[in-house]
């Protein structure tokens, strides 16, 4: 173990600081679902239909985003601040360009991509007159969060929890106005919440163009840099980003999949609502453990360029001393994530009786395998890929998803007719499952590559 407090303090902060940004940000989500779901039980399972499409495109920010912070982490530990600002113009014309597609298939196609997910006229109306004003948001979304997500990798943090700060309280008091017609605004239902997260949305993005002009010193962003970029970093980038694109990519398409199978299941009038409760409160809970993986990626690339001449000595006891605080996070987070069920269900007063006992159900599952995914994505997130071993990651997290996870729920929902809480287990069985798998990876040190010039 680590003895350095320095370390200990420095790595807090990092987690602390991403943490308070995750837990600002999903709090958007949930102040939209409560508010949602007191409005009514069929606009909260609408909503949550068209949050599939919004977790597809932020699963692709992130894969953008995690082939900047990798290389531009590695170049900030050995001190060479140049190649940064054409690493990020790289990420920029992938994401926008991807978002881009997002936007205009939300745009064009909307009832053929709710009718996908639900056979409930009444939550595919509600999900319909939300998506077409939220994919509005999608492009400001991508160029807000790769923007922020990027200073990550040379330590500036602050700029994301300021960004999502802001976003809570506008979306709070907006979506306080036009759902439910106060001060004299009419009540637009799921259209005033979507009216809410665009307005939100808009402000994010004036917040970091602010930032990187009056603030950002240390790489000095400005649209010439990101346009005009050295185009030898591009091979490096694709090259470090596209194994992580795929596996995000396939990740947002398999969280679609998965609310395709609860969406059908004959119950899925009180399936819905309590998949999107249980997730939305993981999600919340759940914030240190995904703080301390992003966190953990930004000193790993830092080390590892520190470390060029001898990357496996320099790195050993970082990853003996992580390993072992990602366990122990990963049982607290478990803990609270049971408690919370009983508070939970008070706040979501107005779920009938089936889908209030499903939700108590869904979330002792991800309190039990949220133990394995604050071990298994930190380490593979904060190393495997830090230290750029993205093929890796790929294939293991694709095989589980697309071989075992999904098939086991299609067959436990449709074929053998098993209760909710199995199928909604088989979906996050590959938590528990990848553990083994990353552990031994990580040992064996052969996911440290040369990724730099």
């Known amino acids: 173990m ?27 989500n949930l102040a939209d679902n409560i508010m949602i779901g007191r409005y009514s039980q069929d606009a909260l399972s ?33 001190k060479e601040i140049r190649p940064i600002p054409s690493i990020i113009g790289c990420g920029l014309r992938f994401g926008g360009g991807l978002a881009l597609l997002l936007f205009l298939a939300a745009l064009i196609f909307p009832r053929q991509l709710i009718g996908v997910m639900t056979n409930d006229a009444a939550v595919a109306k509600e999900a ?19 923007l922020a997500s990027s200073l990550r990798s040379i330590g500036i943090v602050k700029i994301g929890y300021i960004i999502a700060g802001s976003t809570l309280c506008i979306n709070i008091v907006l979506n306080y106005i036009l759902i439910y017609g106060h001060f004299g605004a009419p009540a637009l239902g799921v259209r005033g ?12 993005l004036l917040i970091v163009i602010w930032f990187l002009k009056f603030r950002e010193h240390t790489l000095n962003l400005n649209v010439k840099k990101l346009i005009f970029i050295d185009k030898q970093y ?16 396939l990740w947002g398409v398999n969280s679609i999949a998965q609310t395709a199978i609860i969406g059908n299941m004959q119950d899925s009038a009180s399936v819905l609502p309590a998949n999107s409760i249980s997730v939305i409160v993981y999600q919340i809970i759940s914030v240190i453990g995904y703080g301390a993986a992003s966190a953990a990626a930004i000193i790993t690339g830092k080390t590892l360029g520190e470390h060029e001449s001898d990357p496996i000595n320099g790195v050993k006891p970082l990853l003996h001393t992580l390993q072992i605080l990602f366990l122990m996070i990963g049982v607290i987070t478990g803990i609270v994530l049971y408690l919370s069920q009983w508070p939970i269900l008070m706040i979501y007063n107005t779920l009938t009786p089936r889908a209030a006992e499903l939700t108590r159900q869904f979330i002792i599952v991800l309190a039990i395998t949220t133990v394995g995914t604050c071990y298994q994505m930190a380490t593979d997130s904060g190393f495997l890929r830090a230290g750029g071993d993205t093929k890796f990651s790929m294939k293991n997290n694709n095989i589980w998803t697309w071989l075992i996870c999904l098939p086991c729920a299609y067959l436990s929902a449709f074929v053998f007719k098993f209760p909710p809480v199995v199928v909604f287990f088989c979906l996050k069985m590959d938590q528990i499952g990848k553990c083994p798998i990353v552990y031994l990876r990580a040992k064996s040190f052969k996911w440290i590559h040369q990724v730099t010039r």
């Open 46 to 78: 609408g909503v949550s239909l068209c949050n599939q499409f919004q977790f597809f495109l932020q699963m692709l920010v992130v894969g953008v985003s995690e082939g900047i912070v990798v290389l531009g982490a590695r170049y900030w530990g050995k």
């Open 193 to 204: 919440a979507a009216i809410a997260t665009l307005v939100s949305r808009t402000v994010e």
């Open 128 to 146: 319909l007159q939300y998506l077409q004003i939220i994919c509005f948001t999608y492009i400001l979304f991508a160029i807000t969060n790769m």
């Open 2 to 28: 680590i003895r350095d407090k320095n370390f200990y303090k420095s790595f807090a902060i990092l987690t602390l600081s991403i943490a308070l940004q995750n837990l600002l940000t999903y709090s958007v």
């Open 234 to 249: 591009m091979p490096d980038y694709v090259r470090i980003s596209l194994p992580l694109l795929i596996t995000q990519a």
